[in-house]
């Protein structure tokens, strides 16, 4: 067997691993999936008709600018999970048991990774049902629910690497909990709820030049059918960089704990 498919083989078995674990304690998993839908009720029936009078069309137009930014949000929330899987497999001792078999040591990190995204695009699907049943209606194609499902699987294969070091630099499990709120927080000071050109001069510059903000606009175009423009660039950039940094960090991280 090659490098290669050695590699590939050990990371299909830490993923069947981590999947396994998601169907025992779909609680952990499926809580990333109650937040935006929490959220998109808040904001769809308490301030819907509000909001929706300053974006335009009302509540029902206000669903659909809000559903892509929630749906972003619940990409986000979903690197709690990650990052509270892996510090809980690092502290646990089960990593240890890992290092003494022939597996490639990269397959734990993968495994990790792909298991979460698949966990994260389950989750978002729930999200996308709710939204449709409360009145959100798209004018996309085929083609852009497909792009608007691959920018999704992006950001979240970014998002999740981060979270990967954010699980490998904390003690304890509950310190895992709380260091990925900053990613959650950061769409709720983007374009998710109101457009940026509705705040204050300092927020707007935030807004306007942090990652959600172009990954928000970009899914908000795509499912509405209406074009993206520059907004889908930055949107892949943002993903490549954060995915880079989450992963070179990854690595670094969890190689230096092998040479402790």
Not at 51 to 57: D, L, P, R
Not at 67 to 80: D, F, N, Y
Not at 137 to 157: D, Q
Not at 187 to 208: I, T
């Amino acid at each position: 067997m090659s490098t290669l498919a050695h590699a590939v083989h050990d990371s299909t078995t830490m993923l069947r691993r981590n999947l396994k674990h998601a169907i025992r304690y779909p609680a952990v998993g499926f809580g990333s999936a109650m937040m935006p839908i929490l959220m998109l009720l808040l904001f769809v029936y308490a301030f819907g008709d509000a909001i929706g009078a300053k974006v335009g069309g009302g509540r029902a137009g206000y669903v659909d600018y809000l559903t892509p930014g929630v749906i972003v949000m619940g990409v986000a929330a979903g690197s709690m999970s990650t990052s509270i899987a892996v510090c809980s497999d690092m502290t646990e001792g089960i990593i240890n048991r890992f290092r003494t078999l022939p597996i490639t040591r990269s397959s734990f990190l993968t495994g990790h990774v792909v298991g979460s995204v698949l966990q994260t695009m389950t989750c978002m699907v729930l999200v996308v049902g709710v939204a449709l049943a409360v009145g959100f209606r798209s004018g996309a194609t085929v083609l852009e629910w497909l792009a608007a499902a691959g920018l999704l699987a992006a950001i979240a294969f970014a998002v999740t690497w981060l979270s990967v070091a954010l699980g490998l630099i904390s003690k304890t499990v509950e310190s895992a909990s709380n260091k990925p709120l900053l990613i959650q927080f950061l769409p709720f000071l983007g374009s998710a709820f109101v457009p940026a050109g509705s705040m204050s001069p300092g927020l707007r510059w935030f807004a306007e030049n942090q990652p959600f903000t172009p990954m928000t606009e970009t899914l908000r175009g795509l499912l509405r059918g209406t074009p993206v423009g520059d907004d889908g660039w930055l949107s892949l950039a943002w993903c490549a960089g954060i995915a880079l940094v989450g992963y070179g960090w990854s690595r670094a991280l969890f190689n230096s704990t092998a040479k402790r």
